[in-house]
């Protein structure tokens, strides 16, 4: 499946999919050979053919690093070798603490920084090429525009320079500010707008043009519930659109509530992707069973579970090799069951494990990551 | 204007940049400066025995002239620098804008916004003359060309500002471009002492007697306030050094900021 790179992408119409196997339904594009011959992890065993879109991003051994120091330079690595794909009308989360790489990823794909090594295609286009810009859209970080414009005026303004035909535009603009529900101050200068207002002004900047992929750095950071509530479910109407929303956050919860799938990245590294209910459905080896009664049978503490007792209802937590000894205490004792799951790993669990120190070589840990 | 060409995003951003200057008030010092000029005037008017002309061309050509560049460094330094620091470029330039464009366009606004700027002053200046003289005379027409000269400086000083601010802080800019103003005024007398000496000196004299901007040449003031003509020739000269060598320096300013990392 490898090619070399520069082909376009139009050329490889299908991709290889290995559909993952557990409770929940799988993904189609989660797992893959993507267009770049990539080979991908595999969790699951159900093979098969499926024609995929194309990739929105495919990203290839992208890094940057910078020569810091006056006298004495020495070299500060802001993202290691970078490998990843992104399927159009896919809503990605890019996970990460501070500092970990996600606004240099950004930066590296929007062209205002030059990598240091490696490329990307964005919409089978290459990242320098003056043609994908038309169509995506950025929010950066806490954005910052020219407050001496109106709201109005400067969604104009973006809209000249993205190119949106002048009768199209008062339109757009109209209905952009309509949309983030900045009707009312559309005529005040930026300067007087709030954070949360800014970030709107934001959202509404970066969809105004009809992108097909919409980058936003740090969409919810400095929201209140409220506006964090709007974001997401701008989000997830973009997502009905049909568009490519690329977000990064440390925002666990709208990570797992948006996205289709996530990555994590920390100290420059991707330490793992993969769809959000795959990462948090790999089960920890342990069964969790809620049963009625007043108390703990002993035939269950034998087994080695943990319960705790919550008026009629236990909870009991114990080796899945265990379940059906547990079962069969509970049918000895008469003993009502109301319900058997496999304890799952949360997804913060999944990016608290991500988070640690990487063992082994550098190469092992790539290998995984190269969805 | 359609967005789809170079040329009319280039247009868009240099409107952005004049907006942006008007609305930081920054053309209000014009109100202060035609104040300054008319009661200069009416005071020299008191004064000055038969060399009212003289003395009221001199102060207002030459006011006209430090307004200008101490307005062109302080805004023009800003231009790229302030644009990075507050992040307003992330949103410009993730979209079909080139930097080269953008560098241009800020290049055409902050000139456009000096050249309105010099109108108005130009206009105080006039008012000025026409108090002290009771009517204009045939040698006033210099006086627009000294004008006309002054906005050639003006384009050569907002080069520079630019230049330095697509590497540099805004201070250093401040600092570098003010310093390439004073001895590009210097630069006839520069390029003299040049002739004059030998050897390496005479070398190095000469070299940057050519390379810094030749504001002197520009600086028809004292000339025109004497109601001596300017040759035809004088102007077309200027004319197109002015433009070759805001150009070059323009080109300069896109060839760094073309390769710079927006941190």
């Given at each position: 499946m490898?090619?070399?790179?520069?082909?376009p992408?139009?050329?490889?119409?299908?991709?290889?999919?290995?559909?993952?196997?557990g409770?929940f339904p799988?993904?189609?594009?989660?797992?893959?050979?993507?267009?770049?011959?990539d080979?991908?992890r595999?969790?699951g065993?159900?093979?098969?053919?499926?024609?995929?879109?194309m990739?929105?991003?495919?990203?290839?051994?992208?890094?940057?690093?910078?020569?810091?120091?006056?006298?004495?330079k020495r070299?500060?690595?802001?993202?290691r070798?970078?490998?990843?794909?992104?399927?159009e009308?896919?809503?990605?989360?890019?996970?990460?603490p501070?500092g970990?790489?996600?606004?240099?990823?950004?930066?590296?794909?929007?062209?205002?920084?030059?990598?240091?090594?490696?490329?990307?295609?964005?919409l089978?286009?290459?990242?320098?090429?003056?043609?994908?810009?038309?169509?995506?859209?950025?929010?950066?970080?806490?954005?910052y525009?020219?407050?001496?414009?109106?709201?109005?005026?400067l969604?104009?303004?973006?809209?000249?320079?993205?190119?949106?035909?002048?009768?199209?535009?008062?339109?757009?603009?109209?209905?952009m500010?309509?949309?983030?529900?900045?009707?009312?101050?559309?005529?005040?200068q930026?300067?007087k707008?709030?954070k949360g207002?800014?970030?709107?002004?934001?959202l509404?900047?970066?969809?105004?043009?009809?992108p097909?992929?919409?980058?936003?750095?740090?969409?919810?950071?400095?929201?209140?519930?409220?506006?964090?509530?709007?974001?997401?479910?701008?989000?997830?109407?973009?997502?009905?659109?049909?568009k490519?929303?690329?977000?990064?956050?440390?925002?666990?919860?709208?990570?797992?509530?948006?996205?289709?799938?996530?990555?994590?990245?920390?100290?420059?590294?991707?330490?793992?992707?993969?769809?959000?209910?795959?990462?948090?459905?790999q089960?920890?080896g342990k069964?969790?069973?809620?049963?009625?009664?007043?108390a703990?049978p002993?035939?269950?503490?034998?087994?080695?579970?943990?319960?705790?007792?919550?008026?009629d209802m236990?909870?009991?937590?114990l080796p899945?090799?265990?379940?059906?000894?547990?079962?069969e205490?509970?049918r000895?004792?008469?003993?009502?069951?109301?319900?058997?799951?496999?304890v799952?790993?949360?997804?913060?669990?999944?990016y608290?494990?991500n988070?640690?120190?990487?063992?082994?070589?550098?190469?092992?840990?790539?290998?995984?990551?190269?969805v | 204007m359609n967005?789809?060409?170079?040329d009319?995003?280039?247009?868009?951003?240099?409107?952005?940049?004049?907006?942006?200057?008007?609305?930081?008030?920054?053309?209000?010092?014009l109100?202060?400066f035609?104040?300054l000029?008319?009661?200069?005037?009416?005071?020299?008017?008191e004064?000055?025995?038969?060399?009212?002309?003289?003395?009221?061309?001199?102060?207002?050509?030459?006011?006209?002239?430090?307004f200008?560049?101490?307005?062109?460094?302080f805004i023009?330094?800003?231009?790229?620098?302030?644009?990075i620091?507050?992040r307003?470029?992330?949103?410009?330039?993730?979209?079909?804008?080139?930097?080269?464009?953008?560098?241009?366009?800020?290049?055409?606004?902050l000139?456009?916004t000096l050249?309105?700027?010099?109108?108005?002053?130009?206009i105080?200046?006039?008012?000025a003359?026409?108090?002290?003289?009771?009517k204009?005379?045939?040698?006033?027409?210099?006086?627009?060309?000294?004008l006309?000269?002054?906005?050639?400086?003006?384009?050569?000083?907002?080069a520079?500002?630019l230049?330095?601010?697509?590497?540099?802080?805004?201070?250093?800019?401040?600092?570098?471009?003010?310093?390439?103003?004073?001895?590009?005024?210097?630069?006839?007398?520069?390029?003299?002492?040049?002739?004059?000496?030998?050897?390496?000196?005479?070398?190095?004299a000469?070299?940057?007697?050519?390379?810094?901007?030749?504001?002197?040449?520009l600086?028809?003031?004292?000339?025109?306030?004497?109601?001596?003509?300017?040759?035809?020739?004088?102007?077309?000269?200027?004319?197109?050094y002015?433009v070759?060598?805001?150009?070059?320096?323009?080109?300069?300013?896109?060839?760094?900021?073309?390769?710079?990392?927006?941190?």
């Open positions: 490898a090619r070399p790179h520069g082909t992408v139009d050329h490889f119409p299908f991709t290889f999919v290995i559909a993952a196997a409770p799988s993904s189609t594009h989660n797992i893959a050979y993507n267009s770049f011959g080979p991908c595999s969790l065993v159900n093979i098969g053919f499926k024609r995929t879109t990739s929105a991003i495919e990203i290839l051994d992208l890094e940057k690093s910078y020569q810091v120091g006056f006298w004495r070299e500060k690595v802001a993202l070798p970078l490998r990843l794909t992104i399927q009308g896919e809503v990605f989360g890019f996970l990460g501070n970990a790489g996600k606004t240099t990823t950004l930066k590296l794909l929007m062209g205002l920084v030059f990598p240091t090594g490696g490329s990307a295609r964005i089978g286009m290459e990242m320098d090429d003056p043609r994908v810009k038309s169509q995506i859209g950025f929010l950066p970080e806490q954005p525009f020219y407050d001496h414009l109106t709201a109005r005026e969604l104009n303004y973006y809209g000249q320079l993205s190119g949106v035909a002048a009768k199209l535009r008062t339109a757009r603009v109209e209905d500010l309509e949309r983030v529900g900045l009707m009312e101050s559309a005529n005040v930026l300067r707008f709030s207002m800014l970030q709107r002004v934001g509404a900047q970066a969809i105004l043009h009809d097909k992929l919409v980058f936003l750095d740090e969409p919810m950071s400095g929201l209140d519930p409220m506006g964090r509530r709007e974001v997401r479910d701008l989000i997830q109407q973009l997502r009905h659109e049909g490519t929303v690329f977000f990064s956050t440390h925002i666990l919860s709208d990570a797992e509530a948006l996205c289709d799938r996530v990555g994590v990245i920390h100290q420059g590294e991707l330490r793992g992707v993969g769809a959000v209910v795959e990462l948090t459905s089960a920890q069964i969790e069973i809620i049963f009625c009664a007043q703990v002993a035939g269950l503490t034998q087994l080695g579970a943990e319960a705790r007792v919550s008026g236990v909870n009991a937590v899945e090799k265990q379940q059906d000894a547990a079962l205490v509970l000895r004792e008469r003993l009502k069951l109301i319900s058997l799951t496999p799952r790993k949360s997804l913060e669990e999944y608290i494990q988070m640690r120190p990487m063992e082994g070589p550098k190469e092992e840990n790539r290998k995984g990551v190269g | 967005a789809g060409r170079a009319a995003r280039i247009g868009f951003i240099a409107f952005n940049t004049f907006r942006e200057a008007v609305r930081d008030r920054v053309l209000y010092n109100i202060a035609a104040l000029m008319s009661g200069a005037a009416i005071l020299v008017g004064i000055s025995i038969d060399i009212e002309r003289l003395v009221v061309v001199n102060l207002g050509l030459t006011a006209v002239s430090i200008g560049v101490v307005i062109a460094i023009g330094i800003g231009l790229v620098s302030k644009e620091d507050k307003t470029l992330y949103t410009v330039l993730s979209r079909p804008v080139r930097r080269w464009e953008f560098v241009v366009g800020k290049f055409f606004g000139t456009g050249v309105v700027n010099t109108l108005f002053m130009a105080g200046v006039l008012l003359l026409l108090y002290t003289a009771h204009f005379e045939k040698m006033d027409e210099w006086v627009l060309v000294a006309y000269f002054i906005v050639l400086q003006f384009f050569i000083v907002c520079l500002a230049f330095f601010s697509s590497f540099s802080t805004p201070l250093m800019s401040a600092v570098f471009t003010f310093a390439l103003f004073i001895i590009g005024s210097l630069a006839e007398d520069l390029r003299g002492f040049a002739r004059m000496s030998h050897g390496v000196g005479g070398m190095l000469t070299a940057i007697g050519y390379l810094v901007p030749n504001f002197s040449a600086n028809v003031i004292s000339q025109v306030a004497h109601g001596d003509p300017v040759a035809g020739r004088l102007i077309l000269y200027n004319t197109l002015a070759f060598y805001s150009a070059m320096v323009i080109a300069g300013a896109v060839l760094i900021f073309q390769h710079r990392n927006l941190k």
